[in-house]
């Protein structure tokens, strides 16, 4: 209970932050716009995802469980993971992760982007929220086994780990990638005829691909997870800076009803 508490309570000082950082937006040269309507929708359900991920009912598997996993199970796509096991490259995972989360504040040296810091914070902050609620309320919901339970590399004290049934998707891959993804795309609207987007782009792609073999080559996860986070980061971190922009048709927004019921609407202008 205690754990859903500070749960909550952090979805409130988010849904605080939005709220202020929207109503306070002074109008400027950002190619970004803000609106309650979308913002404290994307704040609404980033909360709901993580408060969902918090009661889902989730337990780790046991050493009995372990022993009965059956790798007949696992698709010839995903297979070779099993065999998989590796201490550095868990390591180096963790290192490219907490390097991606850090990446889009290297635009901060744009004195465009430093003018523009609120829209930009927003931007981030939000973008991290909501991948994070979309991968963990996965994560539970799937329970997928890791690929090193099924061999005999990792030792038991790996096995029994809170966290050996949160395969399906890889979370180090979709925050490294909405990370990036943000950046290039960001630094795209910030400097539309630069010359330097197609390398940032390019990083962009890379890096939370070598992320997602880092985890593969440790056994963390199986291929198909990794493709599903590259895919969910990758859209999160390119969709949100669009729904943002001025020019944007795309219009997403949460509506309170006469019988008290919240209903989210999404419109396209063409």
């Not at 998989?84 to 465009?112: C, E, F, Q, R, V």
């Not at 990638?177 to 539309?192: E, G, I, K, Q, T």
């Given at each position: 209970?205690?754990?859903?508490?500070?749960?909550?309570?952090?979805?409130?000082?988010?849904i605080?932050?939005?709220?202020?950082?929207?109503?306070?937006?002074?109008?400027?040269?950002?190619?970004?716009?803000?609106?309650?309507?979308?913002?404290?929708?994307?704040?609404?359900?980033?909360?709901?995802?993580?408060?969902?991920?918090?009661?889902?009912?989730?337990?780790?598997?046991?050493?009995?469980?372990?022993?009965?996993?059956?790798?007949?199970?696992?698709?010839?796509y995903?297979?070779?993971?099993?065999?998989?096991?590796?201490?550095?490259?868990?390591?180096?995972?963790?290192?490219?992760?907490?390097?991606?989360?850090?990446?889009?504040?290297?635009?901060?040296?744009?004195?465009?982007?430093?003018?523009?810091?609120?829209?930009?914070?927003?931007?981030?902050?939000?973008?991290?929220?909501?991948?994070?609620?979309?991968?963990?309320?996965?994560?539970?919901?799937?329970?997928?086994?890791?690929?090193?339970?099924?061999?005999?590399?990792?030792?038991?004290?790996?096995?029994?780990?809170?966290?050996?049934?949160?395969?399906?998707?890889?979370?180090?891959?979709?925050?490294?990638?909405?990370?990036?993804?943000?950046?290039?795309?960001?630094?795209?609207?910030?400097?539309?005829?630069?010359?330097?987007?197609?390398?940032?782009?390019?990083?962009?792609?890379?890096?939370?691909?070598?992320?997602?073999y880092?985890?593969?080559?440790?056994?963390?996860?199986?291929?198909?997870?990794?493709?599903?986070?590259?895919?969910?980061?990758?859209?999160?971190?390119?969709?949100?800076?669009?729904?943002?922009?001025?020019?944007?048709?795309?219009?997403?927004?949460?509506?309170?009803?006469?019988?008290?019921?919240?209903?989210?609407?999404?419109?396209?202008?063409?």
């Amino acid at each position: 209970m205690r754990r859903i508490i500070d749960l909550a309570q952090r979805v409130l000082v988010l849904i605080t932050i939005v709220s202020a950082l929207v109503v306070g937006q002074e109008k400027n040269n950002s190619p970004y716009s803000f609106s309650k309507g979308l913002d404290m929708t994307i704040a609404s359900v980033s909360g709901g995802l993580l408060l969902g991920s918090i009661l889902v009912d989730y337990t780790p598997m046991g050493v009995e469980d372990i022993a009965n996993l059956n790798s007949d199970d696992i698709s010839s796509y995903d297979i070779k993971a099993i065999k998989n096991w590796d201490l550095g490259s868990i390591k180096m995972s963790d290192l490219l992760l907490y390097s991606s989360i850090a990446a889009p504040g290297l635009l901060l040296t744009d004195k465009t982007v430093r003018n523009d810091y609120r829209s930009f914070s927003l931007l981030w902050a939000e973008s991290v929220f909501l991948t994070l609620g979309i991968t963990n309320l996965t994560k539970v919901l799937v329970s997928r086994p890791r690929p090193y339970l099924y061999g005999d590399k990792a030792p038991e004290e790996y096995k029994i780990k809170d966290d050996n049934r949160k395969s399906f998707f890889s979370g180090h891959t979709s925050i490294s990638a909405v990370s990036c993804f943000l950046m290039a795309s960001m630094y795209d609207d910030y400097n539309p005829d630069s010359k330097l987007s197609p390398y940032l782009w390019a990083g962009a792609g890379f890096i939370p691909a070598l992320t997602a073999y880092y985890r593969y080559d440790a056994g963390k996860h199986f291929p198909s997870d990794l493709v599903a986070g590259y895919i969910v980061g990758s859209a999160v971190g390119i969709m949100v800076p669009k729904w943002h922009t001025k020019n944007s048709k795309i219009n997403v927004g949460l509506t309170l009803q006469m019988s008290g019921k919240i209903k989210t609407h999404l419109s396209y202008r063409f």
